[in-house]
Nanobody
Framework: QVQLVESGGGFVQPGGSLRLSCVAS????????MAWYRQTPGEQREFVAI????????NYTESVKGRFTLSGDNFKSTVDLQMDSLKPEDTGVYYC???????????????WGRGTLVAVSS
């Protein structure tokens, strides 16, 4: 079983920066997408950013464009999220997601981390 472990969350004032990291316990045979999502209490988990290694494209939700940067390494099965100019509305639990194949014979599967808390407040 593969585990994803996030780190880098914490408390920061508005305008500050944090860098989240996600590491998989095993290297994937092949990765379709690497992404970050976030969730606030009472709300559904929402998409933040996603990387498609096959064509090296990154897409962001509108509210974080120009402030967040996703960087991934599909060979090492790691994905980071650099968050700058943080706003109180960025507060939430951030989850790492990798969609891919653990082995050549495996089924493509979604894997999730347990989340790391980001709190932006003055």
């Amino acid at each position: 079983q593969v585990q994803l472990v996030e780190s880098g969350g914490g408390f920061v004032q508005p305008g500050g920066s944090l860098r989240l990291s996600c590491v998989a316990s095993k290297e994937f045979f092949s990765i379709r997408t690497m992404a970050w999502y976030r969730q606030t209490p009472g709300e559904q988990r929402e998409f933040v950013a996603i990387w498609l290694p096959r064509d090296d494209t990154v897409n962001y939700t509108e509210s974080v464009k120009g402030r967040f940067t996703l960087s991934g390494d599909n060979f090492k099965s790691t994905v980071d999220l650099q968050m700058d100019s943080l706003k109180p509305e960025d507060t939430g639990v951030y989850y790492c997601n990798i969609n891919g194949w653990i082995t050549e014979a495996s089924v493509r599967t979604d894997y999730w981390g347990r989340g790391t808390l980001v709190a932006v407040s003055s």
